[in-house]
Every structure is written in C-alpha cells, then in structure tokens.
C-alpha cells in the first residue's frame, strides 16, 4: 500500500470519528438543554424526579412503656399521612397518570372513611388552593394525619387517583383506658417534627423517652418519595430510652374494671383505686376515673389525678394515725373506758386545753357524734377503733395526747408534703388543725386534706412496724 493510500484511509476514519463524536457531543449537549433525546424526542430523565435537594428530620423512635412484666403499656407505632397529587405530570410505577382528577368526588370518598375525624368543604378547600398555588402536591390537615393502618387500607381500597400516603408515627396504647391520668398520653408535634409527651408520665419522662431526631438529606420525587441512592445521613438519630413501671396489667385491667362498674352503676362523679406492695412500695395498679381514651384524647374530662393531685379530707382512714400516736407516745389508755355518745366540749385558749362537757351545755362549739349520731354506750377505745367512732378520736385528742405531738406525727407520716415518687405530679394538702373543732376533725379525717399518695405512704408505716417505705411506679 502506498504511502497516499495510507494517508486517505487515515484521513476517512479521522473524518468518520470526527462526525461520530461531533454527533454525541451534539446529542448530549441536546439532551442535557431539552431532556430530551435528540431522535425519539422522549424525555432523558425520569419522570418521577423532582428538581429540589430534601433536607429532612430522621424521627427518633420513642421510647416504649412497659408494665413489670414487660407487656407493652405504650409504644410507637407506624402510621400513615394522606397527601394528593395535583400535577397532571406525576405518574405512578408503572408510568400511569396519577393525579386528582375530580376534587369534589375525591374529598367525598375520603369522608366515607375517615368520617367525622374530617371536614369534606375543608379537604375541597384544600386541594383547590394548592391547585392554584400550582402545587404538584399538598397533605389534606385534619384527620388525614398519621392515620391508623387500618384506614390505609380502607382507603386503598377505594383506588382513588392522585391518593397516596406518606410514612409516618404515632403513638399507640394497646390497652387504653391504662392509668390515663397517670400514664398520660404523647402525641405528635407539628412544630418539633416528633411524638412529644403531653400529660402524665409521658410529660414527666418525655426527655428520657423521646430521644434525639438526626437529619438527612435525599433526592425527592414528584410523589414525595425518595429517589433510591440519593440519600446522605447528615446526623444519626438517637432513639429514646424504654421505662418498666411496676404496674401488673393483669390486675390493672381489673382495677379499671371495677371502676368503670362503679361510675356506671353507682352514679359516681370520680372513682379512684391503687394497690400497693407495702414492704416495697411498689404500685401494682393505679386508676383515676372519670378517665379517657389515650388513642384518641380528644376530649379529656379531667386533668386531675384523683391519686396524687387531687386533695380531699379523707373521712375514717385518717383514726389509725390517731391511734398510733397515741401508742408511740405512750399515752394511749389501755383497758380504759369512755361514753361513745356526743362530744360536746369547751376551749380555754389560755391553757390550750379542751374539755368536754355535759350533753346539752351550752357551748360556742358544735357537739361532735359518731355516724348517724350512734350511741355504742361506755366501751373501750380498742371498740371505739373497731366501730371508727369519732368520739373516742375526741377524748384521745382532749385528754391523751397533745396538740404539738398529733401535729408533729402528723408531719411525720408524711402528710400534706410531697411524697417522694418520682415522676409523679403532686399536690400537697392542707394541714388544718388551728381552731379547737379543726384539731378534732383531723383526727376523724375532715377538716385537713391529704392525697391518697400520702394516705398509701403513711399506712406503710403501720404495716411495717413503723418502717415507712416510699410508693413507687417506675
């Protein structure tokens, strides 16, 4: 081959290369201006990308609350948001349009499932907004948020175009009513992008409980999902700690039983019941009614928990207190007798010394009779316990034990303060023992008020042969 030959050849494959990488070079540089192939005119890119860079939450799971045997009291659980497709560009998996075609349908099939949780005017106004905003999608608000599987479902079902959910969490209490004033409930926050704990324990504990959110960034496309391979972990989540209460949930659900019976066929404004371990102090079962449904918390009749928050004069529990100051004090009268008929009595405030006086003697202070004015006659105090009869709380407050003593063990028993249960929103009391009658009336359980926190405290003291132990739910 001569040398000239050589040479064309050469030249013609340059020549072929050139045209070659000339015509890449233009279709790519076509492509990447249109997004579209230079010869079939379809689009280069998928039609599922969108055009921003996500930053987004990585919620933290929240901690889980246990009973002592570990049955799940509370938890968090995998919920469902709705969102709907305005865009006549997205296209579901398998490349099929996927918007809302018809507002006023769709907002009236979501209403038969979802009911009175949402308003159907509202979901139009919703999506008729967003359609204006030129939005490709928009979440529909109320009641459509962090919806139960169970509606997911419902609402698949019904194959509404342009539908679809977005993973979320909500909070789930398998049991409810459990302990609702105690327990509390969580719920979640729109402004802090996580469950955060509303009333009760889940309040108290929400900084062990709720753990620390991290963050992410991905590549989202037009139906809100994330594009695979796109996501970049900027900070791990840290999730919440889970908390064992010493609650049995075997005898809790009979405690909350009973006193659903007890509101329902006795008519009853308020109800409440602990049981509690007195060599421990551990709380088996702790129930305040009325109560409410920590799912749904809607509508929460009372705030107050009849155990440790609400105060009120305990009525006859209070006479062994009294009793058991007179014992440790030595004063109590053994085999001794009194008149169990009405207390009447005068005060000398110079002396600080009640005595009681003839039935009928006039006196500026009203008499004091047992229940139904009952008269058991002459009895011991042993009876008197035995029939929790207010005269004889009288006589060993007039003429056994003394003002500063009954005061003194009355603190130490640990009344009208704070027990030492942590976690446990309180209230204190009120010692009211100032005026002669006040001073009576404690010793039989009116006039002060206490909780039953510190009325259960205070009992193990008794029990344990004067060992009082704290009560404790954690």
């Known amino acids: 081959m001569s040398v000239r030959k050589s040479n064309r050849e050469l030249l013609k494959m340059i020549s072929r290369m050139t045209l070659i990488g000339t015509l890449v070079v233009a279709n790519v540089l076509f492509t990447m201006v249109s997004h579209k192939h230079i010869w079939s005119q379809k689009s280069a890119l998928d039609p599922r990308i969108a055009s921003s860079i996500v930053e987004k939450a990585v919620t933290a799971k929240r901690g889980t609350i246990y009973d002592r045997n570990h049955t799940v009291i509370a938890q968090q659980t995998q919920a469902y948001t709705i969102v709907a497709y305005l865009d006549k560009g997205v296209v579901d998996v398998n490349g099929n349009p996927n918007y809302v075609k018809n507002i006023s349908s769709t907002a009236k099939k979501l209403k038969s499932v979802l009911g009175e949780d949402v308003n159907e005017k509202a979901l139009v106004k919703i999506m008729k907004s967003a359609k204006k905003a030129g939005k490709s999608q928009t979440e529909l608000g109320s009641g459509t948020k962090r919806i139960k599987k169970s509606l997911m479902k419902e609402i698949k079902k019904l194959k509404i175009p342009g539908i679809g959910f977005i993973d979320a969490v909500s909070r789930y209490y398998p049991a409810t ?135 009120y004069e305990p009525g006859s529990v209070m006479k062994p207190f009294t009793y058991a100051t007179a014992i440790d004090t030595n004063v109590y009268p ?88 942590p976690y446990v929103d309180q209230s204190l009391g009120v010692k009211n023992i100032g005026l002669p009658t006040d001073y009576l009336s404690t010793g039989f359980g009116q006039a002060s008020s206490i909780t039953v926190l510190q009325l259960c405290q205070a009992y193990t003291a008794i029990f344990n042969d004067g060992t009082m132990v704290r009560p404790y739910v954690i």
């Open 177 to 311: 009513p459990y302990s609702s004033n105690l327990v509390g409930f969580a719920a979640y926050d729109e402004d802090k992008q996580s469950i955060e704990g509303k009333l009760g324990l889940e309040l108290s504990l929400n900084a062990l409980l709720k753990g620390k959110n991290g963050k992410e960034q991905y590549q989202q496309t037009v139906d809100g999902s994330k594009l695979p391979g796109t996501t970049k972990v900027i900070e791990q989540a840290k999730n919440g700690k889970d908390v064992v209460l010493t609650l049995d949930s075997e005898l809790q659900s009979t405690v909350e039983t009973q006193l659903r019976s007890t509101m329902e066929n006795e008519n009853a404004k308020s109800a409440w019941c602990i049981v509690m371990e007195v060599d421990t102090g551990k709380v088996l079962a702790w129930a305040s009614y009325p109560t409410f449904d920590q799912n749904e918390h809607k509508e929460i009749p009372s705030y107050q928990d009849a155990i440790s928050t609400s105060t």
């Open 334 to 421: 053994y085999n001794k007798t009194y008149v169990s008929y009405q207390f009447w009595y005068d005060y000398d405030a110079s002396t600080g010394k009640i005595t009681r006086l003839p039935i009928g003697t006039n006196s500026p202070y009203p008499y004091i009779a047992d229940a139904l004015d009952e008269n058991f006659g002459t009895i011991s105090f042993d009876q008197g316990l035995a029939y929790s009869s207010n005269v004889a709380i009288c006589e060993l407050l007039a003429n056994y034990i003394n003002y500063s003593q009954y005061s003194k063990y009355l603190d130490a028993f640990g009344f009208f303060q704070k027990v030492d249960t």
